[in-house]
Nanobody, 122 residues
Framework: QVQLVESGGGLVQAGGSLRLSCAAS????????MGWYRRAPGKQRELVAT????????YADSVKGRFTISRENAKKNTVALQMNSLVPEDTAFYYC???????????????WGQGTQVTVSS
């Protein structure tokens, strides 16, 4: 089992910044991907950004150039999402994800945090 503990989030005005952090513990594969997903009211969950244990990143087009994902600490089991130039459309519940393995498939390899609310006021 893997546990994910998120921190950060909150209310910010448009143009502001927020930082999300997520610490993973438990049975974590050496090769893995951590990332952030979000779900806005009335919408499906969508990918925000992911990063492999080796530092390969992937961003949604809507956040490129504004958000930066990074792995932190020596064990690389903490992922941070620096969100700059926030817009009201970024308002959503943000979830941390860890996927064990890089070529594994199936939901049994996915672990999710409880989520944190990000609200951007106009």
């Amino acid at each position: 089992q893997v546990q994910l503990v998120e921190s950060g989030g909150g209310l910010v005005q448009a143009g502001g910044s927020l930082r999300l952090s997520c610490a993973a513990s438990g049975y974590i594969y050496t090769l893995n991907t951590m990332g952030w997903y979000r779900r806005a009211p009335g919408k499906q969950r969508e990918l925000v950004a992911t990063i492999t244990n080796g530092g390969v990143t992937n961003y949604a087009d809507s956040v490129k150039g504004r958000f930066t994902i990074s792995r932190e600490n020596a064990k690389k089991n903490t992922v941070a999402l620096q969100m700059n130039s926030l817009v009201p459309e970024d308002t959503a519940f943000y979830y941390c994800n860890l996927h064990n393995g890089l070529t594994t498939r199936g939901s049994e390899y996915d672990y999710w945090g409880q989520g944190t609310q990000v609200t951007v006021s106009s």
